[in-house]
Antibody, heavy 123, light 107 residues
Framework: QVQLQESGPGLVKPSQTLSLTCTVS??????????WSWIRQHPGKGLEWIGY???????YYNPSLKSRLTISKDTSNNHFSLKLTSMTAADTAVYYC???????????????WGQGSLVTVSS | DIQMTQSPSSLSASVGDRVTITCRAS??????LNWYHQKPGRAPKVLVY???SLQSGVPSRFSGSGAGTDFTLTISSVQPDDFGTYYC?????????FGQGTRLEIK
């Protein structure tokens, strides 16, 4: 069974950089046609897709966050990471990592998710 | 970005009721539409992908339909475990985008 687990600080000061890691078990992040995504949910709100890194290492970011965002992967430890700079209170959210799978060639959906990590931006 | 709009924002249903949730896309997304269910404090779980394909393990009371810009998720007979929030999500083009959610309360 595929499992994803987020780890990182629960509290970040304004203007600092958020670093989160998603450790994957039950699947290799460098094989198969999978896209390893970050998604966030502001308190009491809906879901916002942040970006992904593919099995081959290519990345695609949400344009609204692109200037502050880096997603990378560590294949030796089978995890991928998010760095988001210049954090503000508006970035306070639960951050999920998720696997996006392709079926029937071109249909993509998120089939496995981490449990989520609450990140609060406050001094 | 493609905007996704769900209706209603919330609804209340009794066990055994038939429930329909609607999702509208701001442009034609063919059938690149997924549905998720989220319970409070938990991660979302996929119910339907490609507009009408039921994810393995999902009860058959859930079904999806639609194409183009208008989609529906139907629960044929609501069960107590179906409470929570339902989201649609497009995977057609650009950044993935979700609807704002429909909260289902069980009476």
């Amino acid at each position: 069974q595929v499992q994803l687990q987020e780890s990182g600080p629960g509290l970040v000061k304004p203007s600092q950089t958020l670093s989160l890691t998603c450790t994957v078990s039950g699947a290799s992040i460098s094989s198969g046609v999978y896209y390893w995504s970050w998604i966030r949910q502001h308190p009491g709100k809906g879901l916002e897709w942040i970006g992904y890194i593919s099995y081959s290492g290519s990345t695609y970011y949400n344009p609204s966050l692109k200037s502050r965002l880096t997603i990378s992967k560590d294949t030796s430890n089978n995890h991928f990471s998010l760095k988001l700079t210049s954090m503000t209170a508006a970035d306070t959210a639960v951050y999920y990592c998720a696997r996006e799978v392709a079926v029937m060639v071109s249909f993509y959906y998120f089939d496995f998710w981490g449990q989520g990590s609450l990140v609060t931006v406050s001094s | 970005d493609i905007q996704m709009t769900q209706s209603p924002s919330s609804l209340s249903a009794s066990v055994g009721d038939r429930v329909t949730i609607t999702c509208r896309a701001s442009q034609n997304i063919k059938n690149y539409l997924n549905w998720y269910h989220q319970k409070p404090g938990r991660a979302p779980k996929v119910l339907v992908y490609a507009a009408s394909s039921l994810q393995s393990g999902v009860p058959s009371r859930f079904s999806g339909s639609g194409a183009g810009t208008d989609f529906t998720l139907t629960i044929s007979s609501v069960q107590p475990d179906d409470f929570g929030t339902y989201y649609c999500q497009q995977s057609y083009s650009g950044p993935k985008t979700f609807g704002q959610g429909t909260r289902l309360e069980i009476k």
